[in-house]
């Protein structure tokens, strides 16, 4: 059996479509393996959003194609949106490279690497010297309906939770993102798929979901509301229905379509939790015209306040992006004004990182990095303080934890995360992993909470 090696970057839907890429390999007789050393074939999944990324990814690839161990036949692959937005240029970075596969191609990887496989493993047999020549493969196209391909789930043994992909691609085009460009146009799958897909996880032990999109809250955005109701909501409401389902949650919503009949989802729908990730990008006005963010910060605030209004033990974390092309140091204050006055329960700071053919890449006013990283530092100083005094405060206080496995840093203890998706370690045996337990919370570090089982 062939094994195969997956290494992710990036968001929660790389980490979605590498599971269904991964699926497709076991469905075809390959074993996974987590010790790229002995794998037949290696594949990365990679991330375009800041340079970084891709950075990480390119280097992680040329040490692997490099190593001198490596067995001639192992097949290479570049998958996600670095392959969608560099297409056969990384041919030219990385001769040893087989493949370069986008983002709308993901259910044909296992395909095209079992037949360079098998017709390498043909041809070593005849001629050791193995000529690799001519078996490279780059698809990038788009392909109708490629969003309903991401469906499928490992085994879920041992799992709480699951992330579920409802729609894929991003029409927003914010001056700074290169996703409508690696994703493609809006999609969305139909909801009663989304619904097979859920009762099928639950079925097999899972308690919470996790819907994915890149504006959430646009599922279905082309069918009409039905009594004042998005598809989204409505679809809310159909999970909120599935016996054995204990947890929902959705990531990342936008403002553009954050309406009435989604705040009010949080009064009358008991399994959606009470976190929200809300990237609200800067708290000037002036910077997000520039980011082309459809929005004023009053509106997000208000949206903030009127969702608390709806849930009031409601967390809210966000995205900001530090060192926007143009950023003054007023425009930056005002982020952290709007920082202090929302509260966040905690938030990814992410300093401005220029992506290819986006407008704010040509836009005058880049920032000499000294100055995004000071901002970033100072930010992430804010954002820490708060969040370490909210968590102190749920010190005594009783909480619903989702026990979801060993600790990572304790394999002796547990982990499990409350409805406002905070990380609870407790002491307890396996019995307790996939289940619901009261926990009283003895201790917070700063970002980890501690807790024992409440006596019932
Ligand atoms: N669709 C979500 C939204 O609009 O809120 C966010 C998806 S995006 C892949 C994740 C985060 O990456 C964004 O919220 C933004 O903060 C950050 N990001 C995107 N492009 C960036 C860039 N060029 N430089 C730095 N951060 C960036
Ligand atoms: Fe990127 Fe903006 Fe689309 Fe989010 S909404 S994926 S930040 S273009």
Redesign the pocket.
């Known amino acids: 059996m062939p094994k195969v090696f997956i290494k992710t970057y990036g968001?929660q839907m790389n980490e979605r479509d590498s599971e269904q890429v991964a699926t497709m390999f076991i469905d075809g007789g390959y074993t996974m393996t987590d010790r790229e050393h002995e794998a037949d074939v290696i594949l990365i999944n990679t991330c375009s959003?800041?340079e970084k990324a891709e950075l990480k990814a390119l280097g992680k690839m040329g040490l692997l194609t490099r190593r001198p161990e490596a067995k001639p036949h192992v097949v290479y692959g570049f998958m996600g949106c670095m392959a969608q937005s560099k297409g056969d240029e990384l041919f030219r970075a990385l001769p040893r490279l087989d493949l370069v596969i986008g983002t709308q191609k993901y259910h044909h990887i296992f395909r095209y690497v079992d037949d360079i496989l098998r017709k390498r493993l043909e041809r070593r047999m005849d001629d050791l010297s193995l000529s690799l020549a001519g078996s490279s493969v780059c698809d990038t196209d788009e392909e109708t309906g490629s969003q309903n391909a991401i469906r499928d789930h490992l085994a879920q043994t041992g799992h709480s939770s699951a992330f579920v992909s409802i729609m894929q691609g991003?029409e927003?085009r914010?001056s700074?993102?290169i996703?409508p460009s690696t994703r493609g146009a809006e999609r969305s799958r139909p909801m009663q798929d989304i619904i097979d897909e859920v009762e099928s996880l639950v079925r097999q032990g899972i308690k919470e979901v996790t819907l994915l999109g890149?504006?959430v809250n646009r599922y279905g955005k082309d069918e009409h509301a039905v009594d004042g109701k998005s598809a989204f909501v409505r679809l809310l409401e159909q999970l909120n229905g599935i016996d054995g389902l204990e947890r929902i949650r959705f990531t990342?919503p936008?403002p553009i379509g954050f309406r009435e009949d989604l705040v009010n989802a949080y009064r009358y729908l008991p399994k959606l939790c009470s976190h929200i990730h809300f990237?609200m990008?800067s708290g000037s006005d002036r910077i997000l015209k520039l980011m082309r963010r459809p929005y004023k910060n009053e509106k997000y605030i208000s949206l903030c306040e009127s969702m608390r209004e709806a849930r009031p033990d409601l967390a809210i974390t966000t995205?900001i992006?530090v060192g926007f092309p143009g950023e003054t140091e007023e425009d930056y204050l005002e982020t952290k004004r709007a920082v202090e006055r929302i509260g966040f329960d905690n938030a990814f700071i992410?300093?401005?990182?220029p992506?290819k053919d986006t407008p704010a890449a040509a836009m005058d006013g880049q920032l000499p990095q000294s100055v995004k990283e000071a901002r970033n530092q100072d930010l992430l100083a804010t954002v820490n303080a708060i969040a370490i005094e909210k968590n102190a405060a749920l010190v005594g206080t009783e909480q619903l934890i989702l026990v979801e496995g060993p600790s990572k840093t304790n394999a002796d203890r547990l982990s499990g995360r409350t409805p406002q998706n905070k990380p609870v370690i407790i002491e307890g045996g396996s019995e307790l992993i996939g289940k619901i337990v009261p926990v009283r919370i003895t201790e917070s570090t700063g970002f980890t909470l501690y807790g024992e089982i409440a006596p019932c």
């Open positions: 968001c959003v800041r991003c927003m914010c700074y993102c996703v890149q504006i990342s936008h990237p990008q995205d992006i992410f300093q401005y990182s992506r």
